[in-house]
């Protein structure tokens, strides 16, 4: 008997354990999505076999759409979950900064008048030119935040208001267009790999971001000066530094998805790449369950919620909603998740379960 | 009798995940009456006080007020009130960044327009007669710890209120401080107004209160007169058995023997740092206990937090065993092998959304370096050593530091710097607010790690824990150094006539 009402017990904790756990929201969130995409049109899971004009085998489907676009989503919320840890609040330039860093690699291959007809160097050297920038960005960002004690989207409001006229201003506002085919590998496919590359190129950013949590302490010190950040200095460290630091690691997330967002088109459009983007990189940081005020953070979970989002975002595209109107359905995700984690309705679930378990106990005794 | 009762709660039950945190409790609380509440931290104290004030919702259990058949339901701090039941509690709960008056009345006019002069005037009439040395316009932060303190019992108390809850009022007030306090509870129990009184000062129990109601483990041990109950037994009570601990540690001093026991192992000359106090010298030898005495806000937090770096150094020189070393930050410190508890604990040293286990390491992780971790099976070995070690009452290391009861915190960051192994630690105030039992073991612990050669600077507000574990006093007055004091020295008369000063220099 004894042991059978354990059981009852561990069985209901077991559920309310999964319940808090910080994955459940992304992954309730997905399969709901899922499942409706399920029932509204099965066929929204069809991926199939093509070949590009170069003859290569490529994949093509929703399914393919939100695997290449939610990888540049994950990069971004790589570092947007590092800054929103340490600094308790969110870095609102990513967009504009992408624009400077794609602009910058196209100045770089294309030349100054920007109708080179071969690469003017290594595309490697462009990409870490731009790294460069787009990681001065960061500095810049970040040394209005943690020396200037500046509220992060107050500073980086400085970077999303001019950003995007810097962008145009490095390549004197001319359209430079990359002409050879291999620039296109980084944000299409590699020739004879039928999976978008930036699915692979995200993938490399979380095995180093894994190892680098892995052997490193940034997970335990960007927490610490989240969570308390008198008492993190009082233990030895340097709070300054280490959200300095944070600005800097998404400075080279952001160089990374420009290169992906140039490498898409060959060319640029100043004030449309990128648009919104940080507001979705953000949201993926909300949806893994992550306090947008700081301290304790689950990475994994971050970068599942960029693909949710991305899930959500096609979705809505195969419902033929009109981009321009995308973000007001957005917006009504946005509310689901605040409300969902919002104090007060945690509670209520919580107190629901105890209910329910109560109940389960009582049935058992009687 | 019965019609005498204002308040009565009833086999009061709550629990959290993993702690049943109060379990069939019975409260009664009379007319005009000062009701002393006491037990060891995690007794249910400031549980009890919280379900009453609606804080945390009770998992079974009735309350009754003023002999009503009806039970009454508190469901926020906001239906308490209603019911003429406020708190103060420990910690201050004001808005630090408004006006005194405006804190004395946030969240209390019903109408959204207020006469400001008129609540202006209201409160300084209140400060007044309160004799509290603050004006209604001053910014809350601008008084001192003590001042904020009495603004929330003046804040209370103008509530007209029928029981007043005075959770650890005095842990940050001086002794003249709690003087007025006391008077001003004196005179409220002739106005009829009844009140709990939670504190961890045996002294204060005997000297204001009518009754003492005991708790522990979360369960009623019994309500008695105070003249009943002498102190010794009020002790047993408490903790649950018989001891004299209180009386074993008194006067034993450390003694470490070893060869070099003589040496100096940390020296200040002339240090001063940004915090506003005067400069300084300072020494500690080896295995030495020494302490920082004086008056709330006579600079002996600033002098310890000087030497660590944790303020920004103007100027002075310090050396660590002999050697000329430069201390900026804490790391500095922490590589010469200082350790630093602060006074605040929960502003500076728990990291609350963090572990047991992250807590403790983190000091000796920092020291280790970032791109060195400790595996999480040595972590787990540091924490399970020191949980055991130290005793720290938690439902795991993976429980956040937050949920622990504050003496069990304190227990977490002392872990902490003793994991680092300091050569010279510095507690600032590790006793306070915690329950008599981890007192006395802290108080152990400082003599213990004494003896194998560890220097510590102890500082505390309680003079006879001083006089306790310290061979050597600093006494302080107005953020300077006034005297030093050893040896046939030591005694309460000494340090008070020190601290109070005159022209004997």
Redesign the interface.
Known sequence: MNAKVSKKFSISELVMKLVRHQLFIPIAALLLLAIFNLINDPSFYKVTLGYSSTGDPVLSGYPITILDFGSELAILAIGMTLVTAATGGQDISVGATIAISGSVVLRMLCGPDGRAETMQMPIVVAFLISCVVAMLCGAFNGVLVAYFKIQPMVATLILYTAGRSIAAWINNNRLPIVKEESFKVFGGFIPGIPIPTPFFIALACIILMTLVL?????K??T??VG??E?????????PAMIKFITFVILGICVAVAGLIKVSRLSTINYSVVAKDIEMDAILAVALGGNALSG??FSMGASILGAYVIQFLTTTLYKLEVPSDALSAYKAIVVILLVVMSAPTVRKWFSDLGKKLKAKASVKEVG | MKDNIVLEMKNIHKSFPGVRALQGVDFKLCKGEVHALMGENGAGKSTLIKVLTGVYEKDDGEIYLEGNEKAVVIRSPQDAQNLGISTVYQEITLCPNLSVAENMYIGRTSSMLRDWKKMNADAEKILKSLDIPATATQELSSCSIAVQQMVAIARAVDMECKVLILDEPTSSLDEQEVEKLFKLMRDLKKRGVSIIFVTHFLDQVYEICDKITVLRDGKLVGEFEIKDLPRVQLVAKMLGKEMDDMSDIRGEHAVYAGEDAGLSVFEAEGLVSDAGIKPFDFHIKKGEVNGFTGLLGSGRSECVRAIFGADRVLGGTAKKGGKTVKITKPLDAMKQGIGYLPEDRKRDGIVGDLSVRENIILALQVLKGFFRPFSKAEANKFAEEYIKLLDIKTASADTPIKSLSGGNQQKVILARWLLTHPEYLILDEPTRGIDVGTKVDIQKLVLKLASEGVSVTFISSETDEMLRTCSRLVVMRDRKVVGELSGDELTQSMIMSTIAGGDKE
Request: glycine residues 10%.
């Open positions: 892995r052997f490193t302490n940034l335990l010190y927490q610490a969570i308390n008198s008492s993190a200095r009082l233990n030895g460290l340097n301290g304790k």
